[in-house]
């Protein structure tokens, strides 16, 4: 069965650090796109950014450009989210989700991870 | 970069057919593929349409995609509404350089 297990929820103090993950399974780690999708509360989705974990490849939407630093450790099938330092305005829902190459959707979803930023 | 605007909310009575539409800021709206995400309260998105007018399997087919050129936009249809199908929508899109973009979405009520 194909699998997006991400971290648990999580509660910090502005100007905190954070990284979250998502672990794959069940399918071919190195030969799908792992993107990363915010949710504020009550609001829609925005497209953060997407990493191609065979080779590392890269891209962030301009809006999260320097905000956030996408990765992935393929040895372990799993992509991480990172903040150094938290504001009260990342208080969301992120979602991972895979689109396999050469294709523009998502396949499927994580649950999610909740965010909280709070002082 | 481009938007896709979306109508903020629809409403349309069990049974009847519903569209949704997913309008493109610049840029031809045929250019790249559209897909649609429905996410139900509470719930993680699901593909509905993808590459335009795809279905995935397990989609039923009152769900069908469609885009037009000449109002450079796309749109999702659901016949036969049932009350399950109450839900937020979502179109998606992408450009050249692999950046992903997503509707603002719509609320659908079946009343």
């Known amino acids: 069965e194909v699998q997006l297990v991400q971290s648990g929820a999580e509660v910090k103090k502005p100007g905190e650090s954070l990284k979250i993950s998502c672990k794959g399974s069940?399918?071919?780690?190195?030969?799908?796109?792992i993107g990363w999708v915010r949710q504020m509360p009550g609001k829609g989705l925005e497209w953060m950014g997407i990493?191609?974990?065979?080779?590392?490849?890269?891209r962030y939407s301009p809006s999260f450009q320097g905000q956030v630093t996408i990765s992935a450790d393929k040895s372990i099938s799993t992509a991480y989210l990172q903040w150094s330092s938290l504001k009260a305005s990342d208080t969301a829902m992120y979602y991972c989700?895979?689109?396999?190459?050469?294709?523009?959707?998502?396949?499927?979803w994580g649950r999610g991870t909740l965010v909280t930023v709070s002082s | 970069n481009f938007m896709l605007t979306q109508p903020h909310s629809v409403s349309e009575s069990p049974g009847k057919t519903v569209t949704i539409s997913c309008t493109r800021s610049?840029?031809?709206?045929?250019?790249?593929?559209v897909q649609w995400y429905q996410q139900r309260p509470g719930s993680s998105p699901t593909t509905v349409i993808y590459?335009?007018?795809?279905?995935p399997s397990g989609v039923p087919d009152r769900f069908s995609g469609s885009i037009d050129s000449s109002s450079n936009s796309a749109s999702l249809t659901i016949s036969g509404l049932k009350t399950e199908d109450e839900a937020d929508y979502y179109c998606?899109?992408?450009?050249?350089?692999?950046?992903?973009?997503f509707g603002g979405g719509t609320k659908l009520t079946v009343l």
């Open positions: 989700a895979i689109a396999a190459a050469g294709t523009w959707y998502f396949d499927l």
């Open positions: 069940g399918y071919s780690f190195t030969s799908y796109w």
């Open positions: 990493i191609y974990p065979g080779d590392s490849d890269t």
């Open positions: 610049s840029g031809s709206i045929a250019s790249n593929y």
């Open positions: 590459e335009d007018n795809q279905r």
């Open positions: 998606q899109s992408y450009d050249s350089s692999n950046h992903w973009v």
